[in-house]
């Protein structure tokens, strides 16, 4: 298998129809189409409705985008305080390296966004984005993302990490990525070694239905946590794809099998043409309640939501406290109400 990158591709390999292609190709002049091999092998095992076929390969749906669907939808450029640095958060920021991903998950608004930049931070901007961390000294973490910066090479990444160590203000630095599920074999020796460093390191893998956790990548996963490194879980809601309980529960046990700590579950962006993706905050909580009262606490996330315009994160976990009187009334896993004095 080899990678696919346009509508042509798409095709020969079957993942459209023939009635699809003048659609598909309209996706692909708005919306970057990309599939490591690994993921065209496995999308070829599954039908039309797959979790993995939804995820990554792209759907005339696309091209309906809605009036609130923005371009920008969690206000990453607001915060743009120079290039390769996104300052949101007062004791954190991101460092965007690179802006080109392996994959393009059809339900991300940097489809769009990344593939029209170039694909690396030039030597002289690197420097200056490094620069800015060692001049805030409130920065605390940096979290390195993109595109995905494990698409870099080894030595790359080990330049990166190696500058943000000589930081002392800086004492986390956590990357976010996909390439342990899409392109398992990056995960060698080699790139590990580049992840070695003094401060504390944590790696944040994205995955939205347990079929990602294929036996390549559970091995490159290990990889990493045999190496010292922890790892969290990132997951976005999606309609057709995980909004069910047992979808969910599996995919959470499958984290937690593989020594990934279940992190955040995100409600969807607002990204344009992504509609079809969407499920509703309430559908979101019944969900995440349900997952609280049948499964371990190793297995509970965090459901946020990204307030559009760039004013941050928040949690969106239903409430199971409520105040009532002098005290609370509270809600059992099983929708038994209780109350409790506090004082």
Not at 22 to 41: A, G, H, N, W, Y
Not at 47 to 60: H, M, R, S, V, Y
Not at 100 to 107: A, D, I, L, S, T
Not at 119 to 130: F, P, Q, R, T, W
């Amino acid at each position: 298998m080899s990678f696919i990158r346009n509508t042509n591709e798409l095709y020969h390999h079957g993942f459209i129809q023939e009635q699809d292609i003048e659609e598909i190709k309209k996706v692909e002049q708005v919306f970057s189409v990309s599939l490591t091999p690994q993921m065209v092998d496995l999308v070829a095992k599954e039908n039309a409705e797959g979790p993995l076929t939804k995820q990554f390969i792209p759907q005339p749906q696309e091209l309906m985008i809605l009036d609130n669907e923005l371009s920008d939808p969690i206000g990453d450029n607001a915060h743009n305080v120079q290039e390769g640095i996104i300052h949101r958060y007062p004791d954190r920021c991101l460092l965007m390296p690179v802006n080109v991903c392996p994959v393009y998950c059809r339900f991300c608004f940097r489809r769009e966004k990344v593939g029209s930049n170039s694909k690396k931070l030039s030597s002289e901007a690197l420097k200056k984005a490094i620069n800015y961390i060692a001049d805030h000294p409130e920065i605390w973490e940096v979290i390195i993302t993109g595109g995905d910066p494990l698409i870099l090479n080894p030595k790359q990444l080990a330049n990166i990490i190696l500058s943000l160590n000589k930081i002392q203000h800086l004492e986390v630095i956590r990357i976010h990525t996909r390439i342990p599920i899409v392109d398992s074999k990056r995960i060698t020796d080699e790139m590990l070694n580049a992840l070695k460093v003094d401060k504390a390191l944590y790696i944040a893998l994205h995955a939205n239905h347990p079929s990602e956790l294929t036996p390549q990548a559970v091995e490159a996963c290990a990889k990493i946590v045999d190496a010292g490194i922890p790892m969290l879980s990132q997951t976005v809601l999606l309609k057709g794809i995980n909004n069910n309980i047992e979808t969910l529960s599996q995919l959470m046990r499958a984290f937690v099998k593989n020594r990934i700590k279940p992190y955040y579950i995100h409600h969807p962006d607002l990204a344009r043409g992504t509609s079809h993706f969407r499920v509703s905050i309430q559908e979101g909580q019944a969900l995440i309640k349900a997952l609280r009262g049948r499964y371990s606490g190793l297995c509970q996330p965090t459901y946020v939501l990204e307030i559009p315009g760039g004013y941050g994160k928040i949690p969106i976990n239903d409430h199971f406290i409520t105040p009532k009187g002098k005290g609370y009334c509270m809600e059992d896993y099983q929708g038994r109400y209780h109350e409790y004095a506090d004082q």
